[in-house]
């Protein structure tokens, strides 16, 4: 087997929802990647922060303390994911013998001030909350609320597209000396480039979208996007479903255009992985589960996207 540089993508049902549930659940998420480790394979992990970082803005919107700026929310749930993390993989490794230094980068990713995504906010974060307790907090926020899936009303904050890593070259350092680096840590903070100076803006980058740019930025051989199933599915939940298995770029791209695939669920997985396969010869993008990450880099399962 050949041993490949890779970017892996946690997805939402790796972490738990307050810091006790994390820090067990991490244990279970440590062994497979620890799996790919031992096989040889270089590994840079990233990982989804939508029910943290929406947990700590609760925490300071609650009055208790004082308000704390959304791009510092996602910097403090960057620090205590990959404090979890690295400590459940440093353990796993230490387990079987292996000694590899595990580290976490508060990570900015760079977006563009002028993204049309800015001026079409979409992302919920927060709690849910009564019409008129939302029309309160806009009038004294600036916020803007939308109703959710019949739930209530939450903030919602623009969710632009990576374009950069600002601390690449510390993570290719790391990369280089064999080191495991966890980053991009809920697609990163986002901040947008004033002279010399970058200031953090009230977003969420997607975070496949932010592994994508990270695993093209790296030269890396393989995405690997982690979720709820073992392979991405056309038709799904019809009669006529689909999975899908190894697949070209021109064909997903073609169900992409279909509209087989949810917004806000697998469609940016999707996207995300295709534009990873064709940034160059060679570049394989795989959507699996957790569990399936070795199978699925072996082939023998997972949709697995190249030219």
Known sequence: MNKDKIVVALGGNALGNSAEEQKELVKQTAVPIVDLIEAGHQVILAHGNGPQVGMINNAFSAGVTPGMPFPECGAMSQGYIGYHLQNAIREELRNRGLEHPVATIVT????????????????????FLSKEEADEVAKEKGYTMKEDAGRG???????????DVAELDTIKTLVDAGQIVITVGGGGIPVVVKDNRLEGVAAVIDKDFASGVLAEKLDADFLII??????????FGKENEKWLGDISVDEMEDYIKEGHFAKGSMLEKVEACVKFAKSK?????????LEKAKDG????TGTRISL
């Open 108 to 127: 900015q990713v760079v977006v563009d001030e002028n993204d049309p995504a800015f001026n079409d906010p979409s992302k919920p974060i927060g709690a």
């Open 281 to 289: 010869p060679g570049s394989k993008a795989l959507i699996t589960s």
């Open 153 to 163: 009303y939450r903030r919602v904050v623009p969710s632009p597209k990576p374009i």
């Open 226 to 235: 982690l979720t709820a199933v073992e392979k991405a599915a056309i038709n």
């Open 297 to 300: 880099i072996d082939g023998k």
